[in-house]
């Protein structure tokens, strides 16, 4: 079956530590977001990116870095830059970016140690 | 920017209706409809375009209002399966290549 796969389900982050998400999808999908969930704030783009070796800023991009160098892949860095990392992520992707569906995966819970 | 859903939680009894609007201080595109159950990854329901079109999807539908800038998401007689929480994403034009998304409302069916 088709999806998005998000790993680890559970990451632990030290002080001044970078730490990496895996977004991996076999969708064929162009386009590939990263979403920011904090409890009563909804969703929060941090980047997204329509074809590969391009992405763009989303609105709290500030502390994060992205690669797209695979269609298939669009892993995230939180570096030690983010102050406050602790937060779910989600990875989302659709047909191209736009007003089309969003398939999400089943995401990442970062703590900080 | 980011729309704004009401009420932010509600509960009810199986069978009850509700009622989830989303609403735009920006004139909007389309909107996109999503819920999300705990822990898990939101599910898309639909997408609403220009055009006050409806949608229908069993028994949850969604109405467009674009001279309100408001979208409505209805539940017809709850299941407990509708329980989670319900997000509205928005797209102010039609070649925007993001979504905004609404705070969440929160629905609870008790049975």
């Known amino acids: 079956d088709g999806g998005i796969t998000q790993s680890p389900k559970y990451l632990f982050r030290k002080e001044g530590q970078n730490v990496t998400l895996s977004c991996e999808q076999n969708l064929n999908h162009d386009a590939m977001y990263w979403y920011r969930q904090d409890p009563g704030q909804g969703l929060r783009l941090i980047y997204y990116s329509q074809i590969v070796n391009d992405f763009q800023k989303g609105d709290i991009a500030e502390g994060y870095s992205v690669s797209r160098e695979k269609k298939e892949s669009f892993p995230l860095t939180v570096t030690s830059a983010q102050k406050n990392p602790t937060a779910f992520y989600l990875c989302?992707?659709?047909?191209?970016?736009?007003?089309?569906?969003?398939?999400f995966g089943d995401g990442t819970r970062l703590s900080i140690l | 920017q980011q729309p704004v859903q009401s009420p932010q939680a509600v509960i009810l009894r199986e069978g009850e209706d509700a009622v989830i609007n989303c609403s735009s201080s920006?004139?909007?595109?389309?909107v996109h409809w999503y819920r999300q159950k705990h822990g898990e990854a939101p599910v898309f329901l639909m997408i609403l375009l220009k055009g006050g079109e409806q949608k229908g999807h069993e028994k949850i539908s969604a109405s467009f209002n674009e001279k309100k800038q408001q979208s409505s998401l209805y539940l017809t007689a709850s299941q407990l399966s509708y329980s989670g929480t319900y997000f509205c994403g928005t797209a102010i034009f039609q070649g925007a290549q993001k979504l905004v998304f609404g705070q969440g409302t929160r629905l609870t069916i008790n049975p």
């Open positions: 920006k004139a909007l595109y389309s």
């Open positions: 989302a992707s659709s047909i191209v970016a736009g007003n089309q569906p969003q398939h």
